[in-house]
């Protein structure tokens, strides 16, 4: 089992990345709409605004709330699970995205949905590092919406888009694991090295 401790460090390391994360994910809203409107009906638009940006403010408090209530390794499991619901939750907002304003019909709006989607995806490999589930569920949720849309098109093109998604969704947690092993035998060091300061100091 993971020392207590090291699991303290990491649940607040994923809560320190949504901190330094808000800038990125308002450009991508902002680069969502920006590609939307010419293409998509505007009460769509606006509806998923809401939406995102509702998600966007949960995230704040559920943040702020983290760092005002100072957990313990007793209560720090429960803070992961909180985040790992939200960003479950997120992931099906973005990935609502595809229906919204991917139109099999204009297929351009088709790629500019899944250049966001896959950005996402990227930058999450780091930020939910120090929480597989976290990741998982972000990803899992978001991708498993384009997967599902595009294979259920019937068109050879989009389904063969739908299963590389999957497969890119896939690839993205394994290379989480890798980079979660790395952030966590980071973290252990950091305590062995301050131990072993603290050694010396006491000799």
Not at 6 to 33: D, F, G, P
Not at 54 to 67: D, N, P, Y
Not at 123 to 152: D, E, K, Q, W
């Amino acid at each position: 089992m993971m020392d207590g401790a090291i699991r303290l460090e990491a649940i607040r390391s994923l809560y320190s990345h949504a901190k330094v994360t808000r800038a990125a994910a308002l450009v991508l809203i902002a680069y969502m709409v920006l590609t939307s409107l010419p293409l998509s009906p505007w009460p769509h638009i606006v509806a998923w605004l809401v939406c995102v940006l509702v998600l966007q403010l949960s995230r704040e408090i559920l943040v702020r709330a983290f760092f005002r209530a100072a957990p313990d390794s007793e209560t720090v499991e429960r803070w992961a699970r909180y985040y790992t619901v939200q960003q479950f939750v997120t992931g099906l907002v973005w990935g609502s995205t595809i229906y919204l304003f991917g139109h099999p019909d204009q297929p351009i709006t088709i790629p500019l949905v899944l250049c966001c989607l896959y950005s996402i995806g990227a930058a999450s490999v780091t930020s939910h590092a120090y929480n597989l589930p976290t990741m998982i569920a972000l990803v899992g949720s978001m991708f498993a919406c384009v997967s599902v849309r595009l294979v259920a098109t019937g068109d050879q093109n989009f389904v063969i888009v739908g299963v590389a998604t999957a497969l890119y969704a896939a690839t993205l947690v394994g290379y989480c694991r890798i980079q979660a092993r790395t952030a966590l035998d980071a973290i252990a060091m950091r305590f062995e090295n301050r131990d072993l300061v603290e050694a010396l100091r006491a000799e």
